[in-house]
């Protein structure tokens, strides 16, 4: 993934949590199955640029690590993950399978073919697309989409899926190697919308069954779906019937977050570890007389002398604008020195001022951190009205990979 061509903040991500947190989802996803069940493998999700992480960094500590699986966003993302893992000294034959997740298109699929990217497939255009690069003596996997209520990706148990499986059958130059769906709620234990999501896929399962096809994996849901404790051992026994292996896709958990779940105990939580600490340096400081005011429109004014660090960092690199701070609303805050440096004022393109009145030692070339320990994901999606998946996707900082 290319460097971006400005902008001083940097991202440090912890080769030591993203481990930590892979292997707390491998014994959470192992806890559920029973009996002699195989446990699942797991599918590390790391499109969007691994969540603002960096895809390429990523992806061959998690390899190292034993996830068999990575997904990925569309066939430029995936080469360029296949070549950090060649980079990293990753045997081809021991590299994980690469999955494209997101609609595939006929542009993506000479590199998919040329990557070894297998692509998540649910409509007529997509296998012709694919059948053309292929060749019966090496068939192309791919993956098939059951939409079962996201409206999203997927084609629709019942007389679609039919049509589908009759083409599909047609073409010896493809192999439905996986089966997969996507559940909207599952960070709402037992909830109905998912119970109705379970009923089509299952009816899907029968269908591909029915029409001879044997997919080796099988897939559906998210972190929350591994952290809800009874729709794993669901799926394993799906799995379990038409003789595939389970894979469990997680993404946010890698980076050490987890969606609040709701009605159920969290597993997850409590085992992981934030993985990215977003840091800047402090590039001037200055003193606040009384009634000076701060920044674009004079949101605040100082009530008393008080003195100000300034950031190279603002919105334009993810750092939320609904983060500032007024006279009317406090807004979000740095930690420099292990203290809170509240912003104050708003939040400029590529600058934001902070409080360090009550911070004695701040000094010209500090290093403030605008997310990690003291101020996480989770409370700039608060400050921001949104969800942590989006701050980290947001963010545009250069990624470092540190112990
Ligand atoms: C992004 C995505 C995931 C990962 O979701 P998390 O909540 O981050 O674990 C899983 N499956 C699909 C289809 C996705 O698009």
Redesign the pocket.
């Given at each position: 993934m290319g460097k971006m061509p400005y902008g001083k903040s940097w991202f440090e991500v912890s080769r030591t949590a993203l481990e930590s947190n892979l292997s707390a989802l491998g014994r959470v996803a192992g806890s559920g199955p029973s009996g002699n069940q195989p446990r699942p493998a797991l599918l590390a999700?790391i499109?969007a640029n691994g969540?603002g992480h960096g895809a390429a960094l990523c992806a061959p500590v998690l390899a190292h690590s034993g996830a068999e699986w990575l997904?990925v966003t569309d066939a430029l993302e995936g080469g360029a993950v296949r070549e950090s893992l060649q980079a990293a000294g990753i045997a081809p034959v021991d590299q994980p399978e690469i999955l494209l997740?997101?609609g595939l298109e006929a542009s993506d699929v000479p590199a998919a073919v040329q990557h070894h990217l297998t692509p998540v497939v649910w409509f007529s255009e997509q296998l012709e697309w694919l059948a053309a690069h292929a060749d019966s003596r090496q068939p192309l996997p791919f993956h098939l989409e059951i939409d079962t209520g996201m409206a999203r990706?997927g084609v629709r148990p019942g007389e679609d899926l039919t049509q589908l499986l009759a083409e599909i059958s047609g073409y010896p130059q493809l192999t439905l190697a996986g089966v997969?769906t996507?559940f909207a709620s599952s960070e709402i234990a037992g909830s109905a919308l998912t119970r109705s999501q379970q009923q089509l896929f299952k009816q899907a399962l029968s269908q591909i069954e029915a029409a001879r096809l044997t997919p080796a994996w099988l897939h559906a849901?998210?972190?929350?779906t591994i952290d809800e404790a009874r729709l794993l051992p669901w799926l394993a026994a799906q799995a379990e019937a038409v003789g595939a292996r389970l894979l469990a896709?997680?993404?946010?958990?890698l980076y050490g977050y987890a969606?609040p779940l709701e009605g159920d105990v969290p597993q997850l939580a409590p085992s992981l570890l934030p993985a990215g600490t977003w840091k800047a340096r402090v590039v001037a400081v200055r003193d606040l007389a009384p009634g000076e005011t701060v920044g674009y429109n004079a949101t605040f004014t100082a009530p008393e002398p008080m003195r100000l660090a300034l950031l190279p960092v603002g919105y334009a690199d993810g750092l939320r604008r609904e983060l500032s701070g007024s006279d009317a609303r406090p807004g979000g805050w740095v930690m420099l020195h292990g203290q809170r440096a509240p912003i104050l004022g708003r939040i400029s393109m590529n600058l934001t001022t902070v409080d360090v009145t009550q911070i004695a030692q701040a000094a010209l070339g500090d290093v403030a951190t605008l997310l990690g320990a003291g101020i996480t994901a989770d409370d700039h999606a608060r400050l921001a009205g949104t969800i942590p998946?989006e701050i980290l996707c947001g963010l545009r900082a250069r990624s470092v990979l540190v112990a």
């Amino acid at each position: 993934m290319g460097k971006m061509p400005y902008g001083k903040s940097w991202f440090e991500v912890s080769r030591t949590a993203l481990e930590s947190n892979l292997s707390a989802l491998g014994r959470v996803a192992g806890s559920g199955p029973s009996g002699n069940q195989p446990r699942p493998a797991l599918l590390a999700v790391i499109k969007a640029n691994g969540y603002g992480h960096g895809a390429a960094l990523c992806a061959p500590v998690l390899a190292h690590s034993g996830a068999e699986w990575l997904g990925v966003t569309d066939a430029l993302e995936g080469g360029a993950v296949r070549e950090s893992l060649q980079a990293a000294g990753i045997a081809p034959v021991d590299q994980p399978e690469i999955l494209l997740m997101c609609g595939l298109e006929a542009s993506d699929v000479p590199a998919a073919v040329q990557h070894h990217l297998t692509p998540v497939v649910w409509f007529s255009e997509q296998l012709e697309w694919l059948a053309a690069h292929a060749d019966s003596r090496q068939p192309l996997p791919f993956h098939l989409e059951i939409d079962t209520g996201m409206a999203r990706q997927g084609v629709r148990p019942g007389e679609d899926l039919t049509q589908l499986l009759a083409e599909i059958s047609g073409y010896p130059q493809l192999t439905l190697a996986g089966v997969l769906t996507h559940f909207a709620s599952s960070e709402i234990a037992g909830s109905a919308l998912t119970r109705s999501q379970q009923q089509l896929f299952k009816q899907a399962l029968s269908q591909i069954e029915a029409a001879r096809l044997t997919p080796a994996w099988l897939h559906a849901g998210n972190t929350s779906t591994i952290d809800e404790a009874r729709l794993l051992p669901w799926l394993a026994a799906q799995a379990e019937a038409v003789g595939a292996r389970l894979l469990a896709r997680t993404g946010l958990a890698l980076y050490g977050y987890a969606l609040p779940l709701e009605g159920d105990v969290p597993q997850l939580a409590p085992s992981l570890l934030p993985a990215g600490t977003w840091k800047a340096r402090v590039v001037a400081v200055r003193d606040l007389a009384p009634g000076e005011t701060v920044g674009y429109n004079a949101t605040f004014t100082a009530p008393e002398p008080m003195r100000l660090a300034l950031l190279p960092v603002g919105y334009a690199d993810g750092l939320r604008r609904e983060l500032s701070g007024s006279d009317a609303r406090p807004g979000g805050w740095v930690m420099l020195h292990g203290q809170r440096a509240p912003i104050l004022g708003r939040i400029s393109m590529n600058l934001t001022t902070v409080d360090v009145t009550q911070i004695a030692q701040a000094a010209l070339g500090d290093v403030a951190t605008l997310l990690g320990a003291g101020i996480t994901a989770d409370d700039h999606a608060r400050l921001a009205g949104t969800i942590p998946y989006e701050i980290l996707c947001g963010l545009r900082a250069r990624s470092v990979l540190v112990a």
